[in-house]
Structure formats: C-alpha cells, structure tokens
C-alpha cells in the first residue's frame, strides 16, 4: 500500500458566528480526500478573521474566536487558531497561509527523507485542471482544500 499524503485543512474567514455547516464543511472535505486514496487529513485549522476585516456587524473577534472553540470541544482534528484575530490589522489570506505554513515546518519532526522544500510527485498542480471544462466536484473539493497541505513533506517517491 502506497502512503498517503498528509494533508492539513485551512479554513479563513470571519464565523459571525461558526456554524454546524462550517464543521461539516471540514467533515465532508475529509471524507472526500481519504476516499481518493492520495490523502491523509491530519488536522484542520479554523482561522477567525482580524477585526478590523470590515464586515459589517461582525461580532468581535475574542467572542468568535470563543464560539468557535466551544463548537469544536468534541473534535478531536480540527481546533482553532487565534493567530489571524489577534493580528494588530487585517491580512491578506496568503500571509495568514504563509504563517501556518511556517508554524507547520516548525511543528514537524525532523525526519530522514522529507524533503521539506518541493511538492510531493504524486500531488495535482495547476496544471492538473482540465480547463475551460467546470470541475467535478470532486476535483473543485481536492482543490479547494489543496490550498494549504503538508504534501511537499511527505516522504520523497522516485520520480518515473
């Protein structure tokens, strides 16, 4: 049996307030890339949005930050990271990405064979996308949520 590529779900956004959608979200998003066969979901990541997001009517962060918590007391894979809400302004999703891409380097054991800096040969690209053909939702799901994996730390494969 070949490995699996570990996978670490990232999900962005204000949760005024979480709802049971956004736990399913995670739930079906996890079902859909074990079923592949490629993937390994190791955690999820929920990352309440910074105040100063400008949203209209949006509940202040420490309170969503809070709610989200209480919704995931039972989960055993997915927690939430203030990180984003306690930053002094807004950010752009791509830094927060970069910012739990670096607590994730940081968090990972030193292993023999990860090779920390390239993408794992079996895991799509861009270029994978049949374009201008729509999606499966299948493919838009993989791809959705491939946005922010740990596959390029996976154990190198020999290239064919």
Not at 25 to 52: C, W
Not at 77 to 97: G, N, Y
Not at 131 to 153: F, I, K, N
């Amino acid at each position: 049996m070949k490995s699996r590529i570990p996978v670490v779900l990232l999900a962005c956004g204000s949760f005024n307030p979480i709802t049971n959608m956004h736990l399913r979200l995670f739930e079906v998003a996890r079902d859909h890339l074990h079923q592949t066969g490629m993937y390994q979901v190791i955690a999820g990541i929920i990352s309440p949005v910074n105040d100063k997001y400008g949203k209209k009517d949006l509940v202040a962060a420490r309170h969503r930050v809070a709610m989200a918590r209480l919704a995931l007391q039972t989960s055993d894979w997915i927690r939430v990271d203030p990180w984003e809400s306690e930053q002094v302004q807004w950010l752009e999703t791509v830094k927060v990405l970069r910012h739990h891409h670096r607590e994730l380097l940081r968090s990972l054991p030193q292993k023999e064979g990860l090779d920390r800096g390239k993408a794992h040969p079996a895991a799509p690209t861009a270029k994978d996308w049949k374009r201008p053909t729509c999606p499966s939702a299948g493919d838009w799901c993989s791809e959705l949520w491939y946005v922010h994996t740990m596959q390029h730390y996976a154990p190198k494969k020999s290239r064919r």
